[in-house]
């Protein structure tokens, strides 16, 4: 069995998860993929199926009966992963944003530098973003700033979705105590890693805007992700008094 696998979850994404798939598993490093479909209405869940021949003992599918967030995908894909005693278990989105290739510098970050976490970097050197207006440029560097000033926290993108995890890592963070669906989510999985002293690299990637399909984009997720800092914040800073003023009677 394959060490690593890329958790990919899907909502109408038929235009892309076949390109997909046999880009991942053309790399020269072995991965496997599960992909998690929300019961996507274009038949995403029915392309990866037809697959299965293809790619035999490395390609999976967990389907759910509804669109229920990001973040809930993510935690049933890990979830499933850490079940199927994978040791490093990766996130990363269907639609080409996030280059494939630059899965093995990630595995490379963990496996050989002994990192816990590498986080795929769009703004640890400068700004590499591909296709996206200036505005959603600045929106999104912006949110990575207010995070990072905000929480306390020494890295750069924030609210990247390209990212590899060591299994101990998963393991040690409670994914039923995983606040955020949206957006936050991304920035809530930052924050525990880093309360929990695990070690920390991004590699610079370039991202690259969806060319087919439609953005899962909000006001609703961005909302969210402001918001929610301001309260995980508070909550960090509450639960350390508590244990404080316990510790200390």
Not at 23 to 30: A, G, P
Request: charged residues 25%; contains cysteine.
């Amino acid at each position: 069995m394959s060490k690593a696998i890329v958790v990919v979850p899907t909502y109408n994404e038929i235009e892309n998860i076949e390109r997909l798939l046999r880009t991942v598993f053309s790399l020269q490093r072995e991965f496997h993929v599960l992909v998690v479909d929300d019961n996507s209405p274009d038949g995403t869940a029915t392309t990866v199926e037809a697959n299965f021949e293809t790619y035999p003992g490395k390609l999976f599918l967990l389907k759910r009966a509804e669109k229920k967030g990001l973040g809930t995908a993510y935690i049933a894909g890990f979830k499933w992963a850490l079940q199927n005693h994978y040791d490093y278990i990766f996130e990363m989105d269907a639609d080409f944003s996030h280059n494939p290739n630059d899965l093995i510098r990630l595995f490379n970050a963990c496996h050989k530098d002994g990192n816990d976490v590498a986080i795929g970097s769009r703004y640890v050197k400068g700004v590499n973003v591909v296709n996206w207006p200036m505005s959603r440029v600045l929106m999104s560097w912006l949110a990575s700033k207010y995070v990072r000033f905000v929480m306390g926290i020494d890295i750069y993108d924030t609210t990247a979705g390209f990212i590899c995890y060591k299994r101990n890592v998963l393991q040690k963070i409670n994914l039923d105590n995983i606040r955020f669906v949206g957006y936050a989510f991304q920035i809530e999985m930052k924050f525990k890693t880093h309360i929990s002293k695990f070690k920390i690299k991004e590699v610079p990637v370039i991202f690259t805007d969806r060319t087919k399909g439609e953005s899962k984009m909000s006001s609703g997720i961005i909302s969210e992700a402001i918001f929610g800092v301001i309260a995980m914040k508070f909550k960090s800073v509450f639960n350390r008094k508590r244990f404080n003023e316990t510790s200390f009677h």
